[in-house]
């Protein structure tokens, strides 16, 4: 089995287009290099809270001029309630954000205090609320877009989609570099909006409030003045308590901040919130003095400062900056989606890849999840804002809720243990019970006026988010508990019974032969499977070709597919209870390109057809040819000078075990277990675990420092293929689940492994089923 040296790892279209988009990867060791400062975590997780300002009293409005004409100065008292509720909020999540410094915010509050179900609830409104929040976000700044150019109107859910696309790329970028990015529009629309606000006050101190010029009201506002009910002032107030959203991202995203993090992320809390209430304040106040009504043509805020400036170039650098932050609000949800749900997949809530980190030390799958699950809603609702909006608000605020009836219980707990914690317990106690009364009743209030307006989506999304979030956890806990039984012993003697399949007398065929005499199995039988009119004559081709082999079988026809044929031939191979059925597949493979995949669908469902059977292992031995001759091999059916069988495993239990005994039954030269480290956390005490259970094959230990497997795989398995009169097995354990929906949630390294080797030149891939029952 001679050949040439091995190529590097070729770096495709897709890689390089990755790098030009996100960067370079960063090692895991550069983490804290990626925290925050404050003046960068205030843009990046603040721009939700802050950009609210926009529309919060417009929402306000929108109730009130629908029910009465001239009802704007009622505006301004529902306003101070709102804000008088921000502040016992943003007071409440302070006291989260010292308590909790690992972040989470609700989720890890209502866990700690309320138990399993209500951090669930907690935790799904919220994850709700934040997909909503970039959807309304992007559509209002593309509203605000459409206002300057209506003719881009019929484009709206494809620049809506834009905008999503553009925020992802720039957070898989890294902490550091959005918060670069994003910070200069933030602070611009902060200081557009105190220049506004300061000029329009001073206005109204010595010469009268700027009053807005008539512009066409939205269609649907009441014609003349009625009494307003209490219904109406309740919708009305629920609808600007959107001015709340996004206050709970920085309590999410606690770790982000640089040391002392609990400190620095109470310390910009608390500035974001004087910084909110203060600019809601002030336009609030500027609306109901300034005869603005509500346009589809020009937002309040437009109308205020079109009023403040007579129209002039601080009226469009105002809305230049309202757009910006309006579309960049959605960069709070990208920071807090993400974390959370890598919180929640580390409680095994959701799929584990979630908790992995990409190239630049962020969540990216939660990050890509996000901006798909916002896309899909954009187009749902066919980015119309008014439709969206009404679905906002209810899963903030039971977040809320939840969180500060977590605190509330937690203080009378530390109060009644005493010790060091127990100073200034009730009036934190204090702090939380008003916070849980307060959003507890906006919630409700929230449900009963906009139930029928859409609210109901969300309603009903959450218990069923809850029952996936359970299903999912109550699927790991089982396998779990599967693989922990320890009835798998660490040794065992079995035999290895082999069914080669022959598809041609090719280099592939060739090198099959050559490894499955190496490890001289129990009994070997070879079936053509090719096409039978080639079949004349192959027989006595075969024994030439063999030099003294088995005689070769030809595959029995029938009804059913070839994965159903090949079944009927693995079934009648006599062995014991515990021993192996290894199906040898040869591939051999005329261009190292994925595409090959896609071409030989008919392999691949073969594979995992056969993966099913009991006791059968599938082994894949490709080659790669170039010019028509073999990369890497001699194409001569000749037994390895040395074989050497690398197991590689991703924990200690009974389906490594497994993969370890069939190892074994290899009879390599060498035999190793190989555990890459790609989370350190994860990765405590394994080699104490792997002693403990009496494994008899050392385990090598190797850092992934870039969390990534390409390289660390090839560096092992190229430790021993560059010899060129070495054939490396890599065995890897697969879990089997019963239901397709549970695949998303395993073996996502092994396909990513099988895929990356399967271009490796001397290198035979082995998978070896566990079935989850």
Known sequence: MGGGPVDRVQVGFGTLLKRFLVGRAHPSHRLGHEHLPKALALPILSSDALSSVAYATEQILVVLLVASVGSQQKALPIAGAIAALMLVVVASYAQICRAYPMGGGGYMVSKDNLGTGPSLVAAAALLVDLVLTVAVSVVAGVVAIISFAPTLLTHAVQLSVLFVILITVANLRGLRESGALFALPTYAFIVAIFLTVGTGLSQCLFSGCPQAEPVPPLPGLASEAEVLGLF???????SGATALTGVEAIATAVPVFRRPQSRNAQTTLMLMGAIAIAMFLGISYL??????TVSAHRSVVAQIAHATFNGGPVFYLVQVFTTAILVLAANTSFQAFPRLLAILARDRFVPRRFANMGDRLVFSNGVVFLAVAASLLIWAFEANLDKLIQLYVVGVFTDFTLSQIGMVKRWIRVGRQGGSAVEGWRRR??????????TGTVLAITVATKFSHGAWIVVAAIPAIVAVLAGIRLHYDGVARHLLRDQVPARANVQNHVVMLVPDLGPATAEALGYVRSFRPRDLRAVYIGHPEMAAGLPDQWQEFCRGGPVLEELPMGNGDLTERVRRVVRQT???RDDFVTVVLPELIDRASLRYLVRRVDLVRLKAGLLREPGVVVTDVPVVTEGGLP????????????TVALVLVSGVHDATARAVIYARSLAA???RAVFFVVDPEGSEG?????????FDIPLDVVEAPFRDLTAPVLEEVRRFSTREDTVVSVVLPELLVRHWWHFPLHNQNALFIKRLLLFEPRVILSSVPYRIE
Do not use: C, M, Y
């Open 232 to 238: 109406v002032v309740l919708h009305a107030f629920s």
């Open 287 to 292: 609306a109901t003095h300034g005869g603005v």
């Open 429 to 438: 106690l204090v702090v939380n019970s008003i916070g849980a009364v307060a």
């Open 574 to 576: 006599q062995r014991g």
């Open 631 to 642: 990369r890497g091999v001699d194409g001569r059916p000749l037994v390895p000078s040395r």
């Open 669 to 671: 030269a060498e035999t």
């Open 686 to 694: 394994i080699e104490r675990k792997w002693a403990e259970r009496g």
